[in-house]
Structure formats: C-alpha cells, structure tokens
C-alpha cells in the first residue's frame, strides 16, 4: 500500500512538472505568430540536416560546377538531326541523365541558386524552344474530352517522373505565337496548364525574327507582345526569362533585357544563348545570367557532355540536397561570389577526409 501511494505520488509530480513545462512552452510560443514559427522550426530543421563532411565527400558535393542547360526544338520527328529529335529519342535522353545521375530543376530555381535537386545528384534544365505541337498536345476523344498526349514531351516528361519521382518534370518553354504548340483552340489553357503542372514560359519573340534586323521599336513590340500575350492567358504569371530566336540578339542588347511597348513593360533577368557550352554555377563569380550558354539536344552533343563530365568529375555540379547550404570541396572556395549568397551557409569539404 506505502508502495502504492509513493508510486502515485510518483506520477502526480510528474504529471505537474509536464503540464507546467507545456503551459511555459505554450506561454512562450503564444507570443510567436506562426509564420516566424514555422521559419524557425524550418531552421532547426536545417541545422540538424547540414550533411557532415563525410556525406559531402561521398557525393563529391561541388556547387561550383557547371550545369547543361539543354535545347530542344522539334520533338516527335521521323529522323533525329541537331533540330529535331524523335520521341524515342527524347525518352533515351531521359532514361541517360536520371542513369547518370541527373534531376531535372528548373530555370528558376536554377536563376535563384535555390538548387534543390536531390543529394548526390547533378541538376540539368530542358527547354523547348519555338512551341512546336510535339512539346504540348492534347488528344481530343469522341465526347469531346481531352487529355495530354504521352507522345508530345509534356507527356513523356509526366510519364517518366512518375516512374522516376527523383528526376522530376520540369522544363522552360521558349515559345511564339504561332499560336503556341498548334491547336488554336486550345492555346490559352495549354498556357495554363504547363503552369499549374510546373513548368515554365519564357518568351521567345512574337514572331521569331533576326532581331538584329529589326528596329528598336520592333524588337520591344516583339517582347512586350509576347510576353503580354502570356500574362493574360495566365494571370499572375510573369514572363522573366527569354531564349534569342537564331541565337541573335538585337542591335542594343539592353532592349533584350527590358523595354516597353504600348505601355506594356517587360524586364527579363536570364537571357538564353543558342550554344554551345554548360552553364557556370550561379554560386560562383563569372555566372551571368543575360548570357547563358545552352547545349544542342542532339545525341552527338548530349553524348559529348555527358562523356565530358563523366571524364571531369570536377567540373560538373553535385547537389548536396539542401538549397540552404553551398557545399563545395575545399580548394573552390576561392572560385565563390560570397555577396550572392546572402544567408546561404557554406559547406567545405577536403577530398583527404
Ligand atoms: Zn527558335
């Protein structure tokens, strides 16, 4: 019985001790609106999931490393060349980077340096350029219902990330007003459904003219009338990022940045090339992101790259999972733009450990 009672008092201070702890904790977490608390706690979180030096020489970490951004035109040809791939073809791309170990990212993630690609993987952007039908088609069924066909490269793209979640969906169309990917009827709500299933729009002029050719007000009215046409298909859509037709620029460059035409402004923080090297590391110094360099996506090119890589280890980009954290081996430090990383925290590893 003695044993008994001193057994229940036992809990009964217990009991107290954790309600009052909770009621503190509750008491200093009232004052804490929830937003800061979940930042807070998405923090910690961060802290605890730095990779240790150990991991980031496993996965040979190095986001200093070049990035392939790829350029696709025709998908859904009878024979592949430098501008037209089958979409056997496109698939064997695919299933080549996710082998290689690459994810696919996105051109904005990429232009943010918010590089989540998963740990010990190599971040590789698509983008599509001249909105052909082979990039987004919609079969229409006899009711009048219609879905995506897995043969145009949204579907395959779908397809594959559902079989490989690790590599992801994600690409950038580079497009005209064709109208945009054929099917005029339905133009405005393919706009709208790449974006809401993640992928991006970036323009490509109105009319895909040598820009160079053209006067200062013709190349605003080929931006800004793109870029206008875009954002009211989609509102709350912004057109930020723009693919040279011909790999040509106009005349003044500073118009393929930012113009204006009829009241309507445009601003473009990425300028997309048409060759013919990767990307640098937007961590690092020399990164420009109004002259980005792009790969063909023939398989010569994509077979040259990926033997380069794989005969350069220390030249490509190795994620380390977390876009909070720049890990890099110790000796590229020095290659780093540290006032580009504002509260990023950064990771060395040495290749001796
Ligand atoms: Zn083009």
Redo the contacts with the bound molecule.
């Keep these: 019985m003695k044993y008994r009672k001193g057994k229940l008092m036992f809990f009964l201070v217990i009991f107290l001790l954790f309600f009052s702890v909770s009621c503190i904790v509750q008491e200093e977490q009232a004052d804490v609106p929830r937003e800061l608390e979940t930042v807070s706690k998405e923090q910690d979180l961060q802290e605890v999931v730095h990779a240790s030096e150990q991991e980031l020489a496993t996965w040979q970490a190095n986001e200093a490393g070049k990035v392939m951004i790829l350029m696709y035109?025709v998908i859904g040809s009878s024979k592949e060349s430098t501008w037209a791939q089958t979409t056997a073809n496109f698939r064997r791309d695919l299933q080549m980077l996710y082998e290689q170990g690459y994810a696919l990212l996105s051109l904005q993630n990429f232009l943010d340096n918010n590089i989540d690609t998963p740990a010990g993987r190599t971040p590789v952007i698509l983008t599509f350029?001249?909105s052909y039908s082979g990039h987004f088609r919609y079969l229409v069924v006899a009711d009048g219902t219609k879905k995506i066909d897995p043969e145009c490269a949204v579907g395959v793209l779908l397809d594959f990330a559902k079989q490989h979640p690790l590599f992801g969906h994600t690409a950038t169309f580079?497009i005209?007003n064709n109208p945009p990917f054929g099917q005029k009827d339905f133009w405005q709500e393919k706009l709208q459904e790449l974006v809401a299933l993640g992928f991006e729009i970036g323009n490509?002029t109105l009319t895909?003219p040598k820009l160079g050719k053209l006067s200062s007000e013709e190349v605003q009215k080929e931006l800004a009338g793109l870029a206008k046409l875009v954002e009211e298909a989609v509102p709350g859509y912004k057109v930020d990022t723009f693919?040279l037709?011909?790999g040509l620029s106009p005349q003044n460059y500073e118009l393929a940045v930012a113009g204006v035409y009829e009241g309507f402004t445009y601003k473009h923080r990425a300028i997309l090339k048409v060759g013919a090297n990767p990307t640098l590391s937007p961590a690092v110094k020399d990164f420009d992101p109004l002259h980005l360099p792009r790969i063909r996506a023939s398989s010569l090119e994509i077979a040259f790259w990926l033997d380069y890589f794989q005969n350069n280890p220390e030249q490509r980009y190795i994620s380390d999972g977390n876009p909070q954290t720049i890990a890099i081996p110790v000796e590229k430090e020095v290659l780093l733009d540290k006032s580009k990383l504002r509260d990023k925290k950064i990771l060395l590893w040495n290749k001796d450990i």
Excluded: V
Aim: proline share 10%.
């Design positions: 035109h350029d001249d580079f005209n490509h895909h693919a037709p011909y």
